[in-house]
């Protein structure tokens, strides 16, 4: 009995000594610690990904050949229709070209393209944050948008070697300026995620809405990224203001929800635009790393 | 089992019973008296010290409302709210780094072995280091230009002999928050998207520096951006002395209604600063436009911090009021009072009126020079203050400026002799090159005289002599009378239906003048020992020279009056669709029907071929009457220039007065300087109500 109670003991005076040293240990080393973690968890994160790439395509190859017949028509018009546009977007490259010419506009592509697959969302904050199948070995660098096509994703949180975090747009970690359609003046608004409650589904805020700000009729309102910030480029879509919360009025401003673009909770891949230079939020990540 | 000797417990003598029972007793007096207190503190004082420990340990932040929005009579934004970012310190998630900050220079003090350390003065620089690394941080990424390292260790402090600048700590600023609202965020970068005071050099950089900071300053951390609500006039300077400004003030409005004083009562309370009205509409009705603050009761560390928001309440924004200015022909106005300017090319202190005859309502109301509210709205720094005190731009020329009339008060004379019976309409006058008046000659403008002059012929060419006369038989007891009928000597007051309807007290105009209007008599002349009222005294009244003093808006109010063939009109600055026409203390005019056409005729005569001939408008007909008053300015004399008048001329809509200061150098005349003032207004006026003029007429060869 008393051999039993000085185990006890014995594991309570461990675990004790254990939080204790944690709670002393350096913050540069328990960093370390978390990214050990991360790299070490990186491997299942892949295998967990492939295996459910694996899994989709077994099970495409399980359709049988009408069906898959069928999805070759509709593949077959859909690309008649993007060749059609790809024509005219040619046109316009070009129009936009000697535009260039004339006005000798000096410029350059200021993001670089990765794409990256989803692994996994991460178990901490469900629904606010994915991982994805690329890092710092792939270039991608913190702070960096995340899109699928026209679409905002969110943006980069953390960077490890081969897996990078992602604060969703509806994570209380994310924040932009936006423009709503429909506004004249192009004033800017504040697009941040908010706490979701347990159970409760993930949202996003549009803040700070004119007063005078009415929405266009018979559609919801897109929220377009401003490139103002130097983050996120200019004219990517954040989603559509939810017309049902559109009446909130808090002082002067109005205050509405974010109905993002793409369903977030079903990602299987993003594009990571990874700009070419570095902004000075992204450096302040980096010595706020280092101090 | 026998009990022996030495196992015996309980008392078994009388002596040891009593002192058993005694304990007893005192364990259960003891443990009553605790129950008592406790009882006594759990029901009776329950109240008071729950209350007490709420006000020890809670703290109430009231926040101030958005004012309400000032529109003009079509709804156009005169005054508006725009969001303010700021970015804001939180001191108490900022603790821990000041303590190890302090602690640091601590540690450098004693390294350096100094006599005495003043660990007061180590916490503030410690505090100062702190926030200071903060703002280089935040600059670094607002910053375009400029890329300070943000790896440096530790920034530059500045000594408190340095001028503050945006992008350093202010000391005294920290000093006071820290005295006076230690609980609140410190404000780091105040307005953040204002161009100069955010150090943006254009909006679009402030917004970009706003925008910046969201995306890439840490969301999570003790710095935030923060957005309130200021006051914003948009259109600078105009319409400023109506407008008003407001000023900061601790002394919020009343919180919401879900706020419950009595509980709060001994809660301690912290303020933001708020805004109150100061001048001009925006004091005028602060009751309206000011709101309902908001609440937030929070809970506070023991060093005084919040520290978990438990209840709040939004604040409410105020309610928006309706001007009756008109956008446009303000701005009309004003810009045609700029173009007025002396030989060094300064423009004159002038003010123009246009009011509506049936309403009274203010269309428009300039006064020149003016200054911007924007600068005025919350403290005002010295510079800015001595700058509009330099230009004499604090006076509302229009509601506060008195002046002499002039010949435009010849009107009132014309009146007053007809119902006096001295004259009528269509007697004839000689009228020479002056008129001797006991030992002094009264000249006529015009070096020969007019002749024979009937009243039609006397407001063409603004007679000087048929005034004299005129007055002089009606005599200033008559001219006193028929001014205070107009009301020259009555402060003007301004007529909302929705004041008059809640039983509240009428609201003064904005910067309307209540004190030193004269309408000058015989006591008047006895009070300011001028001596005895003389005949000189009367003609000199007569053409509205003399004593005799008003504001352009009076003036405006008899135009308005007398296109209406009535006494008074009672001004109003806000719009009100229900105004039914009838004005406080108005009477029939007293003329007969013909004596008031022909009153009118001569003053559509002064417009067509008299002396407002400079305000003639091809297609919309108007009565006017000029005026050329002279005042002293440094001793000697120097003329205001006056016109007044209505239009159209058959179907009056709009009344005016327009006047101009002129200087010692400058060559100023009633019709020939503010002539084309009123004609740029009515130009403005037509085209907004869709009032069709002739094409210009070629010039006369």
């Not at chain 1, 130097?230 to 009446?247: E, H, I, K, Q, R």
């Not at chain 2, 009072?337 to 309502?361: C, F, H, N, R, W």
């Not at chain 2, 006096?420 to 020969?448: Q, T």
């Not at chain 2, 007891?477 to 809640?502: K, V, Y």
Request: hydrophobic share 40%; charged share 25%.
């Amino acid at each position: 009995m008393d051999q039993n109670r000085q185990g006890a003991r014995a594991s309570y005076v461990a675990l004790a000594v254990f939080v204790a040293g944690w709670i002393l240990l350096p913050s540069g080393v328990r960093r370390l610690n978390r990214e050990a973690f991360a790299e070490f968890q990186a491997p299942a994160l892949h295998l967990l990904g492939r295996s459910r790439d694996l899994a989709t395509y077994w099970e495409k190859r399980s359709r049988d050949a009408e069906e898959l017949s069928a999805a070759g028509r509709d593949l077959a018009r859909i690309n008649a229709g993007l060749e059609l546009k790809l024509k005219m977007l040619e046109d316009v490259r070009r129009e936009n070209i000697r535009l260039r010419e004339i006005t000798r506009y000096q410029a350059s592509p200021e993001y670089l393209t990765v794409v990256a697959r989803v692994a996994t969302r991460e178990s901490a904050s469900w629904w606010q944050r994915i991982v994805i199948r690329k890092g710092r070995n792939d270039g991608i660098r913190p702070g960096a948008p995340v899109v699928f096509g026209d679409a905002v994703v969110g943006r980069v949180a953390a960077v490890h070697l081969s897996t990078s975090e992602v604060d969703l747009v509806t994570s209380p970690g994310f924040r932009c300026t936006a423009y709503l359609e429909g506004d004249e003046l192009n004033r800017i608004v504040l697009v941040n995620g908010v706490a979701a409650a347990s159970l409760g589904s993930a949202k996003a805020r549009v803040s700070v809405i004119p007063h005078d700000y009415t929405m266009p009729a018979g559609q919801p309102a897109r929220v377009t990224t401003t490139g103002m910030g130097g983050v996120f480029p200019s004219g990517l879509t954040l989603g559509t203001l939810d017309g049902a919360a559109y009446a909130t009025q808090v002082g002067n401003f109005k205050e509405s929800l974010l109905v993002p673009s793409r369903d977030l909770y079903n990602l299987q891949e993003v594009s990571v635009l990874v700009p070419l230079k570095q902004n000075p939020g992204e450096a302040l990540m980096q010595a706020d790393q280092f101090q | 089992m026998t009990e022996s000797p030495e196992t015996k417990v309980l008392p078994s003598t009388p002596v040891e019973k009593i002192r058993l029972y005694g304990v007893f007793c005192l364990f259960a007096l003891g443990f009553l008296y605790v129950v008592a207190g406790l009882a006594y503190r759990q029901l009776i004082q329950a109240g008071d010290l729950k209350e007490q420990s709420e006000s020890q340990s809670r703290r109430l932040v009231l926040r101030p409302p958005a004012r309400g929005r000032i529109y003009d009579r079509n709804g156009f934004v005169l005054v508006d709210n725009r969001a303010r970012w700021s970015v804001q310190a939180d001191l108490a998630a900022l603790q821990k780094e000041f303590r190890a900050e302090y602690l640091r220079l601590l540690a450098a003090e004693r390294a350096r072995q100094a006599a005495q350390v003043d660990a007061e003065r180590v916490m503030e620089l410690a505090r100062v280091n702190v926030l200071q690394a903060w703002l280089d941080k935040i600059w670094f990424v607002i910053d375009e230009t400029q890329k300070p390292d943000v790896r440096r260790s530790r920034p530059t402090v500045r000594s408190s002999a340095e001028p503050a600048t945006a992008r350093k700590v202010d000391i005294e600023e920290l000093r006071r928050h820290l005295r006076e609202r230690r609980a609140l965020p410190f404000t780091l970068l105040s307005d953040l998207a204002l161009p100069g005071a955010g150090q943006a050099p254009t909006p679009e950089d402030g917004m970009r520096a706003v925008a910046r900071f969201i995306e890439q300053f840490p969301v999570e951390g003790p710095i935030r951006l923060e957005s309130d609500i200021i006051r914003t006039y948009p259109h600078g300077t105009l319409a400023a002395h109506v407008l008003g400004y407001v000023k900061d003030t601790d002394d919020l409005p009343p919180a919401v209604q879900d706020f419950d004083e009595s509980r709060a009562g001994s809660l301690q309370k912290l303020r933001y600063t708020g805004k109150t009205g100061a001048a001009g509409v925006e004091l005028s009705y602060n009751n309206i436009l000011k709101g309902l603050s908001g609440w937030e009761l929070w809970t506070k560390t023991s060093a005084g911090y919040n520290q978990t928001r438990l209840k709040y309440s939004e604040p409410v924004q105020g309610s928006n009021i309706a001007l009756s200015l008109d956008y446009r022909v303000q701005l009309s106005a004003e810009a045609a009072l700029a173009k007025i300017k002396d030989p060094q090319g300064t423009p004159l202190p002038a003010a123009a009126v246009m009011l509506s005859v049936d309403t009274g309502e203010i269309l428009a109301l300039a006064s020149q020079p003016s200054f911007d509210p924007n600068r005025l709205a919350g403290r005002i720094s010295q510079a800015d203050y001595d700058e509009v005190e330099k230009k004499g731009a604090w006076l509302n020329r229009a509601t506060q400026g008195l002046y002499p009339p002039g010949s435009t008060f010849k009107v009132i004379t014309a009146i007053a002799g007809m119902r006096r019976k001295v004259v009528d309409w269509d007697d004839i006058l000689e009228c020479g090159a002056f008129l001797r008046v006991g030992d002094h000659d009264f000249p006529e403008h015009e070096p020969v005289g007019y002749g024979d002059v009937d009243l039609d012929k006397m407001l063409a060419v603004s007679c000087n002599v048929w005034n004299y006369q005129v007055g002089l038989r009606a005599g200033s007891d008559a001219l006193a009378a028929e001014s205070r009928r107009f009301g020259l000597d009555s402060p003007l007051l301004d007529n909302p239906a929705h004041a008059e309807g809640d039983g509240q007290p009428l609201t003064e105009l904005p910067f309307a003048a209540s004190r030193g209007l004269v309408v000058p008599d015989r006591e008047y002349k006895l009070r300011i020992k001028a001596g005895p009222w003389t005949d000189g005294d009367t003609a000199n009244f007569s053409i509205g020279q003399g004593y005799l003093l008003t504001t352009p808006l009076h003036m405006a109010c008899v135009a308005a009056s007398l296109a209406r063939g009535e006494t008074r009109t009672t001004p109003s600055i806000i719009h009100d669709v229900s105004r039914d026409g009838t004005h406080r203390g108005a009477a029939p005019i007293g003329l007969s029907r013909v004596q008031l056409e022909a009153l009118r005729g001569g003053m559509v005569r002064c417009v067509e071929e008299g002396t407002a001939r400079s305000a003639r408008l091809p297609g919309l007909p108007f009565a006017g009457k000029t005026g050329t008053a002279e005042y002293f300015k440094k001793g000697q004399v120097a003329h205001l220039a006056w016109m007044i008048g209505y239009a159209p001329a058959d179907n009056p809509s709009v009344a005016f007065a327009v006047l101009v200061e002129g200087q010692l150098d400058t060559d100023t005349w009633g019709g020939k300087t503010a002539g084309p003032v009123v004609r740029e207004m009515l130009e403005s006026w037509a085209a907004v109500n869709g009032v069709r003029l002739a094409p210009a007429e070629p010039p006369a060869r």
